[in-house]
């Protein structure tokens, strides 16, 4: 049987919505209406002390019950990173996400763990590991994880003194 040409076959284009609602959980909900309040939760574990955030059911480490919640600061260090030039539609707006972009795994103060998120700088020849950061919060927070807008390039105090030295 011959192949049919492009012309001869046969296409439909439709769009089509797939509404759904998805729970955060107990842990998961409590971690999101946190950053309406700017505020970062882990759970840290009796049994161990690990620290992780976003706050966990069990400890990864040692399997417990991990039942006790401690607010982070919204700093942290950056632990790897990638710059993305590959444009895509961002599936929290909808809309085609402005590229280039970095993202990277930061390691907030006090916590065993990282979390991924975007990062403000987008120049990758400013960004390496170790890097301080800071989360920078929307305006207007809704308690979703886009209440988090990016991370923040932190200049340290160190920094600043030998640059203010500098200028004198």
């Keep these: 049987m011959p192949e049919k040409t492009r ?12 509404p759904y609602r998805y729970s955060a959980g107990q842990y998961g909900s409590r971690f999101l209406e946190a950053l309406k309040n700017k505020k970062i939760l882990a759970s840290r574990c009796g049994a161990c ?11 990864a480490r040692c399997f417990k019950k991990m039942e006790e919640f ?20 961002d599936p929290f707006t909808g809309e085609p996400r402005p590229i280039p972009y970095c ?22 020849r400013k960004i390496h590991i170790g890097l301080r950061l800071r989360a920078v919060f929307q305006e207007k927070r ?16 160190r ?5 203010s030295k500098s200028k004198a």
């Design 49 to 59: 002390d690990l620290v992780l955030v976003p706050p966990r059911i069990i400890c």
């Design 7 to 18: 012309e001869e076959q046969l296409t439909v284009s439709a769009n089509s919505a797939l």
């Design 142 to 157: 809704e308690g979703n994880i886009r209440d988090i807008l990016f991370f923040r390039t932190e200049k340290s105090k």
């Design 159 to 163: 920094m600043s003194k030998r640059t």
């Design 70 to 89: 401690v607010e982070l600061p919204p700093t942290g260090v950056l632990t790897s990173y990638t710059q993305v030039t590959l444009p895509f539609i």
């Design 103 to 124: 993202y990277g795994m930061i390691k907030f103060d006090g916590a065993d763990n990282t979390f991924q998120f975007f990062l403000e700088e987008t120049d990758i």
